[in-house]
Structure formats: structure tokens, C-alpha cells
């Protein structure tokens, strides 16, 4: 059974950081592709980034140069290091991945950033 983990949400200040992590199991990581969505109140959950196997990234607009994906597969882990926060950040984030059965997704962590 595959499960995400995901940790590192919590309160920030605008233009502070934080560092999400995901704890991927029951599935060959290093051969997915992995990414990060989120979820505002009210809102439709939206793309923040994905990374592929052979580590080609993707960004969604709002977040192309001040968040940063990346991968440790002999960790099994993701991470999303996200810079320069603004209170349109705030949102739950989640971790994803896409198997044969269809999308995976974490329980989310949130994140709330204060102005």
C-alpha cells in the first residue's frame, strides 16, 4: 500500500520560509514522477510542482522562482523549499504521486502565512 507523509507546514511570517517533506512507502520512488499540490479554502486544489523521476521540474505560475522541488531517493523522500512566502500561499498542502491504480495523495499539511 503506498503512502505519503506529509510535515514541515506550520506559521510563518510574509516573506519568511518553510520546508515541506514527504515520507513516500510501499512504492518505488525513484521511479516516479512526485509533486506538491495545494488547497485554499474555498478553492480548487491547483498544481505547485512536480518532479519526474530523472528530476525535470515543473512550477505552477504563482509559485515559478520562489519555491523549489526536489527529491532524495534513497531517502524516499520529497521536499518543497518554499521562499519569500505571501498570505496567497497559505493553503494545504499536499504530496502526490500517480500509480497503475490511479492518484495517491498525503493528508496534507498546512500552511499559513500572516501578513
Known amino acids: 500500500q503506498v503512502r505519503l507523509v506529509e510535515s514541515g507546514g506550520g506559521l510563518v511570517q510574509s516573506g519568511g520560509s518553510l520546508r515541506l517533506s514527504c515520507a513516500a512507502s510501499?512504492?518505488?520512488?525513484?521511479?516516479?514522477?512526485m509533486g506538491w499540490y495545494r488547497q485554499a479554502t474555498g478553492k480548487q486544489r491547483e498544481l505547485v510542482a512536480n518532479?519526474?523521476?530523472?528530476?525535470?521540474?515543473n512550477y505552477g505560475d504563482s509559485v515559478s522562482g520562489r519555491f523549489t522541488i526536489s527529491r532524495n531517493n534513497a531517502r524516499n523522500t520529497l521536499y518543497l523549499q518554499m521562499d519569500s512566502l505571501k498570505p496567497e500561499d497559505t493553503a494545504v498542502y499536499y504530496c502526490?504521486?500517480?500509480?497503475?491504480?490511479?492518484?495517491?495523495w498525503g493528508r496534507g499539511t498546512q500552511v499559513t502565512v500572516s501578513s
Open positions: 502526490w504521486t500517480r500509480n497503475t491504480w490511479g492518484n495517491v
Open positions: 518532479i519526474t523521476s530523472s528530476g525535470t521540474t
Open positions: 510501499g512504492l518505488n520512488f525513484k521511479i516516479y514522477t
